[in-house]
Structure formats: C-alpha cells, structure tokens
Nanobody
Framework: QARLVESGGGLVQPGGSLTLSCTASGSGFSAYTMGWYRQAPGRQRELVASITPGSATNYANSVKGRFTISRDNPDNTVTLQMYRLTPGDTAVYYC??????????WGQGTQVTVSS
C-alpha cells in the first residue's frame, strides 16, 4: 500500500506563492496519475490539478494559470506550485494517487492559509 506524505503548507499573504510537495513510498509511482485536491471548511473536497504518468496535466478552472503541477518519477514526488494566491485558496490540500479518475490513496493533508 502506497503512503503519501505532503509538506510545504503554511500561511501566506494574498498575492504570494507557496509550493507543496508530496512524496510517495512504495513502488509503482510512475505508473499512476497523481492529483492534488483541496477541501475548504464547509465545502466538498475538490480536484485542483492532476498529472498523468506521461506528465499530461489538468487543472480546475479556478486555478488555471496560477498553479502548476509537476512530478519527478525517480524521486517519487509530485509538486504543486501555487502563485497569486487568494483567500479563496485557503484549504487543506491533499495529495492522492488516482485510478480511473478517482482518488484511491490519500495523504494526511497540509493546511494552506492565505490571509493578510
């Protein structure tokens, strides 16, 4: 069973940037689509960005042009670079392994707070 560990969350001012990282243990990382989800208080968890084994990417409309997802297969990591952050980006961010478009394994989550 793969284990996913996120890091890089924190407090940032509006307009600022933050980079989240997710490291996967176990084998087979390069064969899976990986995703970043987020869940704000009182809201459903939503898919923010995903990246296929071949590094094709997909983004939610709300983050398109501001967030960049990438992966490093030899290091078993997936990264989410976030720019021009707004208070609306405040949420717990989760890394996930995806199978057939659905998350099957979750990380523990990392809090991102955008506030002045």
């Amino acid at each position: 069973q793969a284990r996913l560990v996120e890091s890089g969350g924190g407090l940032v001012q509006p307009g600022g940037s933050l980079t989240l990282s997710c490291t996967a243990s176990g084998s087979g990382f390069s064969a899976y689509t990986m995703g970043w989800y987020r869940q704000a208080p009182g809201r459903q968890r939503e898919l923010v960005a995903s990246i296929t084994p071949g590094s094709a990417t997909n983004y939610a409309n709300s983050v398109k042009g501001r967030f960049t997802i990438s992966r490093d297969n030899p290091d078993n990591t997936v990264t989410l670079q976030m720019y021009r952050l707004t208070p609306g980006d405040t949420a717990v961010y989760y890394c996930a392994k995806m199978v057939l478009g659905q998350a099957t394994t979750w990380g523990q989550g990392t809090q991102v707070t955008v506030s002045s």
